[in-house]
């Protein structure tokens, strides 16, 4: 008779026992975790994310299927291997097991699929497949040629993945198992702590965290258990792929009518379907970057070379948009995964250099899931040379500035599609939904909107009304890039946390300059500012912060986080403009950030619902409800300057001026391709001038892309067919190349064509000169840019030129400003149907079209402003490098309340602010704004401004510096006295 001493020796004496035991208890606690824990926790609001389309559905698919793998696991230990313990333990060990780990890793880890991760899913799962068949297949080995075949085939597949991932396993299974044998021998040293520490943390969660209970109590003992199991898998797994490959091999053997022709076949099988794994995985993991950035590294030196670039432009796309997407295809970057360095020097106490070698062994078995940096990581053993994972940073970076610069446009407008999908690929639903909204620009959502037109005639004030609701658990930005017609003007902007107009926080009109800084210095401070700035002839930018977060708190009776809504955020502009065509013309939206409107959006125009579409800001114009007949307009300046404004007539129009020298500047970017046929409309009306006694030279601009330098050429020598266009500049640029090909060419007047875009592009720092001519930038298709960079503004505006949407119309307004039937004006234009013109008062004419009751009309006073700036900025344009001058430009705005190019409008809520916009004011530097990216308002480098921490930001501080250094003093005692932090 057996004693129960014995009998238990005995049993654990028993593969038998051990199979069942193994198979029988993972699988109880991986079940229970995944039915208690995991399925209820996670899958419903993965199932309203796919439906809402925030998830993508393959990401649900994983889901159920890592849900489903103990289930199925379970259901065939108790019916078809019920009996047959070895089976059951291949089963666990050699499919269950591995496939959980390649549906956790693909769910939790990988997030846009590469070529390379799904090589080797397809491969294991392949692999995996054939064992399955070959535990459940109890006639296996009796089975067909065919099919023996193919069972050895899928075998060595499975082999190849067992070798692949139990040497990738190996690298962390090694330093765990050392460190959990160090941390097993500290609990048992001090077991009445672990237990004290354990009950505590566990009437915390009873208290506090009930739901979370099935989840983190079986989570953890499947932590523990699978973490025992997981040390032991780079020997077990690759030991059970081999002996069931060498089964089926031994099957094929048995087969064959001469058994050395079957060891040739099943060699000849596996050889080939190993060789072909390794060429399919060294194939699969040849990433683009690398040759997409050496093309694009030196400039073509001929258009040959330019050419031939392009028709490899699918290489170059792909290259810039794997490094722009690296951050959601890849888990680190190659030089960079030093927490493998760091597992063995702690873990083992090896030393750097021997640990920074398994480092670099480590990536290249991991190279499926590493971006491979252009710039290969440098030797350098210091912290922070690429230790801090910046490789993907920075090329991310560097790509979509490459892109830009190729493809003349942003890589996120772009890519947009692929961009969008990165973003969304991710299990995380609050993630994937973050990264969805940061792409398509959906946080904040526009909860009112409306519009209030008030007529005088024919003209009209404006005014547009907005409340703004964040969607987000952060703090966001709502910027817009709008246009008016060129003779309106901006005349207020301001915030308030309600619609009560008399709690309203008012404007202040500050020098361009120092309203920028301002606002970027509070947007650091998280304090409410809004930006109102003119950045071309017509174009602004409104900028509105912080509009706050969604409120989120614990609810202790339903056991789960309440999310409200913030407090929403309350906007007022205004602006000025005159009728067109019976309407009053409405801002047009260029590009917005952050924003959306929907369905349910409360949209209205003097009261009545707007005619606009979903993705319309506004309607293009509101029809006016009284006669807008247009009348002459005059207003006097105190500094004894007179504005004039009066209707157009067919009359007024001008001839071309006789003698006229003209310079053409013809933009050569890529994006002008789609424009080739008004470029060639606009060329044959050039000739026309030119066959009528115009002198007209054409300038040929070239991107750094494009493999030859800008050149002047005869235009009647230009074929518009054969104009190839390629690279991608912006207007900065054109003016610059103009200006250093003409030499001592003198003009009358520069048109340059080009197109809406190259304001995404930047400036880089371009120093453009002033003309001595006006410039005309004709962006041809009618489509405007965001706006310019201050040079290329003041050169513009300065000049006495302007931008418009066709030729014809700025050679009207050139021939009008050329024309001299008034002597007395300083300044004309021909702008929106009105004929403008500055005048100096005392030598006025009695004209009766000219004087009339309104010469002292308040109401115009702010336009007639922004054309008296314009006309001062030409008189003194040699002089916009002295501040004084720019300061005379200013008080005019100051005094008229508009926004003008070198004076925006400010929101400033405390009496702090007051006084630091006072200090920027007095800088030299107040007018020098600097050029930023399109997007949210963002430091260059944050470090570099200066402000006190608000008191939030005081206690967040002391949090972090408590934490530091409770994690000090606690490593310090459990590591000993050799610890060093």
């Not at 072909?276 to 683009?288: I, K, M, R, Y």
């Not at 398994?358 to 030797?379: C, F, G, M, R, T």
């Not at 001062?872 to 100051?894: K, N």
């Not at 501080?957 to 994690?967: D, I, N, R, T």
């Amino acid at each position: 008779m057996l004693t129960p001493v014995k009998g238990l020796l005995q049993i654990l004496r028993n593969p038998r026992a051990w199979a069942y035991g193994l198979f029988w208890s993972w699988n109880l606690i991986f079940l229970a975790f995944m039915g208690l824990g995991f399925a209820p926790t996670v899958l419903p609001d993965m199932l309203v994310a796919v439906r809402t389309q925030v998830v993508p559905a393959s990401f649900l698919v994983y889901a159920l299927i890592l849900t489903l793998i103990p289930a199925v696991a379970v259901l065939l230990g108790l019916t078809l291997l019920r009996k047959e313990p070895g089976r059951l333990f291949l089963l666990g060990y050699g499919v269950e097991g591995p496939l959980m780990l390649m549906v956790a890793i693909r769910f939790f880890v990988v997030r846009e699929m590469t070529p390379g991760i799904a090589l080797l899913l397809s491969i294991a799962g392949l692999g995996m497949a054939a064992l399955l068949w070959q535990i459940l297949d109890h006639k296996i080995d009796r089975r067909g040629p065919l099919l023996t075949r193919l069972r050895v085939l899928g075998l060595t597949l499975l082999l190849f993945t067992s070798l692949y991932v139990g040497v990738w396993i190996a690298f962390y299974a090694v330093p765990l198992g050392a460190e959990a044998l160090r941390a097993l021998g500290e609990i048992v040293r001090d077991l009445p702590r672990f237990w004290r520490d354990l009950w505590q943390s566990l009437v915390n969660l009873f208290t506090n965290e009930w739901r979370w209970i099935p989840f983190a109590v079986l989570g953890m003992l499947l932590f523990f258990y699978s973490a025992t199991l997981f040390v032991l898998m780079p020997v077990a797994v690759p030991l059970l792929s081999l002996r069931a490959w060498w089964s089926g091999v031994r099957a094929l053997v048995s087969q064959a009518q001469v058994p050395r022709l079957g060891w040739l076949v099943a060699g000849a099988i596996t050889i080939v379907t190993l060789v072909a794994c390794v060429s399919l995985f060294v194939l699969s993991n040849q990433q683009p970057q690398q040759r997409a950035f050496a093309l694009l590294e030196t400039p073509p030196a001929t258009l040959a070379e330019a050419q031939a670039l392009m028709e490899r432009e699918d290489m170059i796309r792909a290259g810039l948009l794997n490094a722009y997407l690296a951050p959601q295809r890849y888990i680190s970057a190659v030089g960079e995964v030093v927490h493998v360095r760091q597992m063995y020097t702690a873990a083992l106490k090896w030393s750097d250099e021997r640990a920074r070698r398994a480092q670099q062994l480590y990536e290249i078995v991991a190279s499926p899931l590493l971006y491979q940096p252009v710039k290969a990581a440098a030797e350098d053993t210091t912290p922070g040379s690429r230790d801090n994972n910046f490789a993907i940073r920075d090329e991310q970076l560097e790509a979509a500035k490459l892109y830009a610069g190729f493809f003349d446009q942003p890589i996120q407008k772009g890519e947009h599609e692929a961009v969008v999908r990165a973003a969304r690929s991710t299990w995380s639903i609050e993630q994937a939904e973050a990264g969805w909204l940061a792409v398509d620009d959906r946080e904040v959502r526009l909860a009112r909107q409306e519009i209030t037109i008030t007529e005088h005639g024919d003209w009209a004030e404006g005014e547009l009304y907005e409340v703004y609701q964040n969607k987000t658990g952060q703090r966001q930005e709502v910027v817009y890039y709008f246009s008016l017609p060129e003779s309106a003007v901006v005349t207020g902007v301001w915030l308030g946390n309600s619609a009560d107009r008399d709690q309203r926080f008012v404007y202040r009109v500050s020098p361009r300059g120092a309203a920028q800084a301002m606002y970027r210095n509070e947007i650091r401070r998280n304090i409410d500012p809004a930006l109102v700035e003119q950045i071309g002839p017509r174009q602004y930018r409104l900028r509105i912060f912080p509009i706050e977060p969604l409120q989120m708190e614990w609810d202790p009776a339903s056991q789960r986080t309440r999310v409200e809504d913030g407090p929403p955020l309350h906007l007022w502009l205004t602006w000025r403009v005159f009728a067109h065509e019976a309407s009053w013309p409405l801002p047009r939206l260029a590009e917005k950030r952050n924003i959306y409107w929907d369905a349910d959006s409360v949209r209205l125009v003097n009261g009545e619902a707007m005619a606009a579409g979903v993705d319309e800001w506004l309607p293009a114009a509101v029809p006016a409800t009284a006669p807008t007949e247009p009348v002459a307009h005059r207003f006097d300046f105190p500094n004894g300057e007179t504005v004039l404004a009066r209707p157009a007539m067919a009359a007024d129009l001008p001839a071309p001026a006789a003698g006229l020298r003209l310079a053409a500047v013809l933009d050569r970017s890529r994006s002008m391709a789609s424009y080739a046929d008004d470029v060639a409309a606009a060329l044959e009306r050039l000739n026309q001038l030119a066959d009528a006694g115009a002198a007209v030279d054409l300038y040929l601009t070239a991107s750094p892309y494009r493999g030859e330098e800008p050149a002047l050429v005869e235009l009647a020598a230009v074929d518009a067919d054969e104009i190839f266009y390629f690279g991608g500049q912006n207007a900065a640029e054109l003016l610059v190349q103009f200006d250093e090909l003409r030499g001592d060419q003198l003009y009358d007047a520069v048109v340059v064509l080009t197109d809406g875009s190259g304001y995404e592009l930047g400036s880089d720092g371009v120093s453009v000169p002033v003309p001595a001519a006006p410039v005309w930038l004709v962006h041809l298709g009618g489509e405007f840019p965001l706006g310019y960079d201050d040079a290329t503004l003041d050169a513009i505006q300065a000049s006495g030129g302007g931008v418009t949407g066709n030729l014809e119309d700025a050679l009207t307004r050139l021939f009008f400003a050329l024309s001299g039937e008034n002597e007395t004006a300083t300044a004309r234009d021909l702008i929106d149907g009105y004929l403008w013109s500055t005048v100096p008062t005392a030598e006025l004419a009695d004209d009766a079209e000219m004087i009339s009751s309104a010469a002292t009309d308040a109401g115009f006073a702010p336009l007639a402003a922004r054309r008296l700036l314009l006309t001062e900025l030409q008189r003194v344009r040699a002089q916009l490098d002295q501040l004084e001058t720019l300061d005379q430009l200013h008080a005019l705005a100051v005094e008229q309340s508009i926004v003008t190019p070198l004076s925006s409008m400010i929101v400033l809520i405390t009496p702090r602010q007051e006084q630091m916009l006072d200090q920027l004011e007095a800088r030299g530097d107040r007018f020098e704004r600097e050029v930023e990216q399109v997007g949210d308002t963002l430091p260059e480098n944050a470090f570099a401004l200066t402000g006190v921490p608000e008191p939030e930001e005081w206690l967040l501080l002391a949090l972090v510096a408590a934490m530091v250094v409770w994690y000090l003093r606690s490593t310090r005692r459990v590591q000993g006295p050799e610890y060093t932090a």
